[in-house]
Each structure stands twice: as structure tokens, then as C-alpha cells.
């Protein structure tokens, strides 16, 4: 269901007005993990006026170590809903239990599931059964066929409103944290007609390359880029070392629209 070849013409999927896949593009940014609601606000603010209305956030911290920082988790979903309400912003945020989809559909915009989380069928499946579109990312050692299967389980349950995110995949390069699969864009947009983004702060890990790697998402064809920003990323609870700080992150924006002006 997700092929392009059983629905030729693009699906766009509107979240607050926002159109995406509508062939111009739609940024979502935010910090890695929702800390606080003065923390939220502040990026929110930032966010919102260099024209992104896509906030990110995690609540639900899918960590690699049990001993790092979990999130707030529903709290976290509370200060979203609180936020966005105040700001008029569409919020994303990860979800990391089936059991938790139906309420967090209640605060989110948008359910993220994560890379770790791509081939947990359980959580698809109850994706699919929400009337909320879901932005589901690559998981690190799936070929785009897995990641299409993923799509598949979703979309199989009645849900089609599903972004795909590349967000960069596990190689033996260690330059980066992950290695950015740039082509898988355009592979992606030729075999579905699903929209596509690009995570370029997970994929690269590297603050200096956040903007050469947004720049070669929207040449190949990215419906938007993802990137995460925190007002002191020195003291963040997750990913401290890539995120933007709101300088940065404005910074970054200004570049990235000149660019997008030139293309
Ligand atoms: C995230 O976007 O917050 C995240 C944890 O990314 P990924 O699942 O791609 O590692
Ligand atoms: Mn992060």
C-alpha cells in the first residue's frame, strides 16, 4: 500500500495547516528531550519565528545506556500540549509502548517512532489503528526494504498519514555517528508516495555539518529536514553535543531558506 505504484500521485498530509509532501518543504525542529516547560517555550519562541511550525521533542527517551536520562514521559506530553496550544505549533514526540498511543494521540500532532523502535510490529500496529499521522524513522541496520515494511505495517492497519525519516544508518565509518544514506531519498520518493525527511542531527552527530548535510536533503528531493535545538546544549539531559543552540539554530535557518531561495 505504501508503493507508488498502487497510488501514483503524492500523499500530503496536513498537520495544523502544514502541509507536508506538498513540494515545498517543512522543517521540524525542537530539543532532543522536552526538560522543562521554560525550556520547550524558549525554543518554541525560536522555532516559531523563523517560520518552522513543526516543534520535536521526546518525552519518551528511547536511551542506549539504563542509566542516561528517560524523559519526563507523560509529563513531557503535558508541557508539548501546553506549549503547542500556546504557540499554535504542531507537536512530534516519540512514542515507545503500544500501551501509550491511544493516549498520547491526545497531546501529539504527530506520533514519531524511533529507529530503535522500526521493526517493534506491536507499536506499528496500534500506529496504524490512530487517526494521526505517525513519522516513523529508519532503523540503523535496516535496508530501505525493512523500512518500507515498517511503513507497510502501518498503513496495513488504515493509517496512511506516514513520514518517512532518514536518519542515518550504522556503518564501519566512525566520522559520523551514523552514516546519512542521502540516496535513500530519492529512492524512497520513487518507490512510495509517502513524504520524506531527513534527520540530520541524529545521522551526523556533528554540529558542523548540520547544514551542509540539510543542504543536500532538500537538493536530493527531502519534503524537510529535522534537527534538534536547545537553548543550552552544554547542559542538555540528551545529545549535548549537536544540538544548536538558538543562535546557531537561527543561524542555520537563515542559510538553509538561502538556499532553498537558490535552488
Ligand atoms: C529522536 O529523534 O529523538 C531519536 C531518538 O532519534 P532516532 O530514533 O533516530 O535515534
Ligand atoms: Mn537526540
Keep these: 500500500l505504501v508503493s507508488r505504484k498502487k497510488k501514483p500521485e503524492n500523499t500530503i498530509i496536513d498537520i495544523k495547516g502544514e502541509k507536508i509532501g506538498d513540494g515545498n ?11 522543562s516547560y521554560d525550556q520547550v517555550s ?6 516559531k519565528s ?3 511550525n513543526l516543534l520535536r521533542g521526546g518525552a519518551f527517551k528511547p536511551r542506549t545506556s539504563p542509566y542516561d536520562f528517560q524523559g519526563l514521559g507523560l509529563e513531557g506530553l503535558k508541557v508539548l500540549k501546553k506549549v503547542a496550544d500556546e504557540s499554535g505549533l504542531a507537536v512530534v514526540s516519540e512514542i ?6 491511544e493516549k498520547a494521540a ?8 524511533g529507529a530503535r523502535n522500526m521493526q517493534n510490529f506491536e507499536l506499528l500496529k496500534a500506529a496504524g489503528e490512530v487517526d494521526k499521522p505517525v513519522l516513523l524513522k529508519r532503523g540503523m541496520s535496516a535496508t530501505i526494504s525493512e523500512f518500507l515494511n ?3 505495517y502501518i498503513i496495513a492497519k488504515g493509517n496512511g498519514n506516514i513520514i518517512l525519516c532518514e536518519r542515518g544508518i550504522r556503518t ?16 524512497l520518493k520513487q518507490e512510495t508516495h509517502l513524504p520524506v525527511m531527513v534527520d540530520v542531527t541524529h545521522s551526523t552527530g556533528r554540529r558542523d555539518l548540520l547544514l ?6 532538500l537538493a536530493i528531493g527531502a519534503d524537510g529536514v529535522m534537527a534538534e535545538v536547545h537553548p543550552d546544549p552544554a547542559v542538555a539531559l540528551s545529545d549535548a553535543a549537536q544540538q544548536m543552540d538558538i543562535p546557531t539554530f537561527e543561524k542555520f535557518m537563515d542559510e538553509l531558506q538561502a538556499f532553498s531561495e537558490s535552488g
Excluded: F
Excluded at 515507545?96 to 498511543?101: L, Q, R, S, Y
Excluded at 491526545?106 to 517512532?113: A, E, P
Excluded at 566512525?174 to 529512492?187: F, H
Excluded at 551542509?212 to 536533503?217: D, I, K, L, Y
Design 150 to 152: 515498517a511503513a507497510e
Design 212 to 217: 551542509p548535510a540539510a543542504r543536500a536533503a
Design 42 to 47: 524558549e525554543v518554541a519562541k525560536a522555532v
Design 106 to 113: 491526545d497531546y501529539l500532532d504527530v506520533i514519531q517512532i
Design 172 to 187: 564501519y565509518e566512525k566520522a559520523t555517528r551514523n552514516t546519512l544514506d542521502i540516496s535513500a531519498v530519492p529512492i
Design 50 to 52: 523563523k517560520g518552522v
Design 25 to 35: 518543504v517543512h522543517h521540524v525542529m525542537g530539543p532532543c528531550a522536552v526538560e
Design 96 to 101: 515507545v509502548n503500544p500501551a501509550d498511543i
